[in-house]
C-alpha cells in the first residue's frame, strides 16, 4: 500500500532521513519508533505531502505521489494526519471537526450526523458549541483525531499522537486507534518515542535510528532479537555486553574479558559483537546455592547496587562486567542480598542474543 | 489661557446643537476615508496574501519596500497624486483635482503599503500546524486560501482599522488635492476634519478648530477601541 524506496530528505545541510525503505501494507498498523530527532515526523510529513523529499520514491497504491503533482489532492484525500502539537482552528468544536467535509462539499445535514458520531466515538459528545481554543491538550488531541477520522481516510498518519498526554487521553486514543483499524480497516502509521505503546498498538514496527530503518518487524521481533546494538539498547535491553566470538569445543561463545559465556550466533570466530540478554532472563542465586541447571552460563559475582523501581527490584551484580537483574521484593529478601554479597548469576545460552558490533 | 477655555465651551455648544458646518465636515471626513479603506482593503488583502503566498525572486526586498512605505509622507502621496491628475498630468482630463474623489485615491493610495503589510504580517502569523493542517485535511488551493484568512481575520481587521486611522488623520494629501473647498453642495466640497482644522485655525477661529479636533479625536478613539476589543479576542 506505502512503499518507501530509499527515500532521503535534508533541510539545507542537515541531512534528517537517509535512506528509508519500507513497505507498509494496507489495513496495517505501523509504528515509526526512534529517538527524537530521528526523522519520525519527517517520515510522515513525507508521506502526507506536506514536504518534497531530496531522494527517493513514496509509492502509495502504486502512485509515485512526489512525482504526479496533478493527483496530488487526489492522494491528500485518501490519508489523515493528527499532529503532535494539534493547532485548533479559532471557532467552535463543530466547525474545526467539520472543515474536511465542507472541502469535500458534504451537505450540511451529513455533515452534523457525522460530527455528532465522531465526537461520540472519541468521548466528546455534546462538545459540538463550545470554542476549541478552550479546550485541555487531552481533549484538543481528540477533537484533531476526530477531525481527522471524520473524513473517513484509507490512511490515517498520526505524529506522536499521544505526547505529553494525561493518561485518560492515551488511553482512549489508543483504543481508538485499534477500533478504528479493526472497524474500517483503516491502514494506520503513527510515530512514538514511547516503545511500549508501539509493542501494544502496531501489528510491526520500523525503528529509525540516523536517518534509516535499524530494524522492521514485528514487535516480538525487534523487542526480543534487536539487530543492533543500538536497536537493543533503545527498545529498553539493560544488558549489553560487548565481546568476541571464540570458537569452543565445536559450539560457539564469546569471550567477554577472559569470561567464557555460552551463546549461539550466526558469526564466525574473531567476529567483534555485543550481547543482550533481557534483565527478566537473569536469575540470581546465592554463591552457595549448589548446581544451576545444567547447561546455563553460570557466572560469580558481588552485588553493586539494588535499585527499586515499582514493585521489583534491580540488581546490579559485577562478575568482571556488570550484569542487571529485576527480582521482586520479596525475592530479594528471600535470598538475604545487599550491596557487597556473593552471588551466582545464571542465564541460559538461548536468552542471550548475539549482534554483530559495527 | 481663557481664550483656550472658551475655546473649549464653544466647541461644546458647536457639538451639542449639531452645528451643519461641524457635522458636515466629520460627514464628509467618515465617507472619505472610510471609502479609501474600502478601497484599500480590496487591493491589499489579496495583494498581501499573493505576496505572502507566493514564492517568488526578490520576496523579501518586496516586504522591505512595503515596509519602508508605512510611513510614507502624506505630502509626497498628495504632490504624486496632484501630478497625475492636475490638468496636465496624465489623467488631467478625467478632472478629478479638487474632488472628494481624489482625496479618496490619495487616501487609498496612503495606506495601501500599511494595509498590505499588515496584512502579510496577518497571515505569516498563522501557525504553521494550520497550514499542515489544512493542507492534509484535502484543502484545494482556494479553500486553503479562504480559510487561512478565517484564521488570520482579527489580525486582518486589525489592518483595517489601522488603515482607516492613518486616512481620517492626515491632512498633506487631502488639502493637496481636494483643496478644502466649501461648495455649495455637499459632494462637491472637500474640506475634512484635519483640512478644516488647520484653515480655521489660521484663521484664529479656534473654537470650531477645537471642535472639530474633538470630533477627530472622538473617531480616533473609537478606532482605538475597535482595535482593542478586536486584539482581545
Redesign the interface.
Known sequence: MIECVDVAKRFGSTVVLTGVTARIEAGEIFAVIGPSGSGKSTLLRLIDLLDTPTGGTIRIGGTDIHREPERGLAVRRMMGMVFQKPAAFNTTVYENIAVGLRFRGVGEAAIREKVKEVLRMVGLAGYEERRARTLSGGEMQRVALARAIVIEPDILLMDEPTANLDPVSVALIEDLVLRINRDRGTTIVFSTHDMYQGQRLAHRVGVLMKGVFAQVGSPREVFTLPASREVARFVGVENIVDGVVVSENGSSAVDVGGIRIRARSPFGAGEAVALCIRSEDIRIAPADGGAAAPGRNVLSGTVAAIVPRGPFSRVTVDCGFMITSILSWKKVDDLDIREGSQVEVSFAPESVHVVRRE | MYEIIEGFIEATKLIATFDPDVMAIAARSIIVSFTATIAATLISVPLGAAISFGSFRGKKSLINLIQTLYSLPTVIVGLLIFLLISRVGPFGFMRLLFTPTAMIIAQTVLILPIMTGLTIAALSGV?P??R?????????RL?FLV?IM??ARFAILMAVAVGFGRAISEVGAAILVGGNIMASSFASSTRTLTTAISLETSMGNIPTSIALGIILLAIALGVNLAITRIQHR
Open positions: 501557525d500546524v494550520i499542515d493542517t489544512l493542507y492534509s485535511l484535502g484543502a484545494t479553500q480559510n478565517k484564521e
